[in-house]
């Protein structure tokens, strides 16, 4: 294979080729990662927000909040409730999985309101 690629003029391109491909795999594996940071802080912003909506439906006779804003404004998160992507949280109350319950996401990534990257 030497031989073939001197003879195609490529043995000079071949560790540039090999350079580019390994940048490329770091550049692929860091978007991932990246990714996937996001989702783990976004699940860990949503734990700590749910016991906040927890504690506040206990206060107030079951009834959830208007919105995940009004838990800071009322004294039940000392931060401003946002996903890794700098969005707000969407609370449902009632919950479509349960009704007696809420459901508390973030639309993810992209944003889409019920995306398929949404995080719950």
Do not use: I, Q
């Amino acid at each position: 294979t030497g031989s073939t690629l001197r003879h195609l003029g490529l043995s000079r391109a071949l560790p540039v080729v090999w350079v580019a491909a390994v940048v490329g795999l770091f550049a692929l594996l860091g978007a991932r990662e990246r990714s996937a940071s996001g989702v783990r802080a976004t699940r860990a912003t949503l734990a700590v927000v749910g016991k906040g909506v927890d504690a506040y439906r206990a206060d107030h006779e079951g009834a959830c909040p208007k919105e995940v804003a009004d838990l800071r404004a009322k004294g039940y998160l000392d931060f401003d409730p946002k996903d890794a992507w700098g969005r707000p949280l969407r609370l449902l109350c009632p919950g479509f999985a349960n009704p007696r319950r809420y459901d508390l996401m973030s639309d993810g990534p992209d944003g889409s309101f019920g995306g398929l990257d949404r995080v719950e």
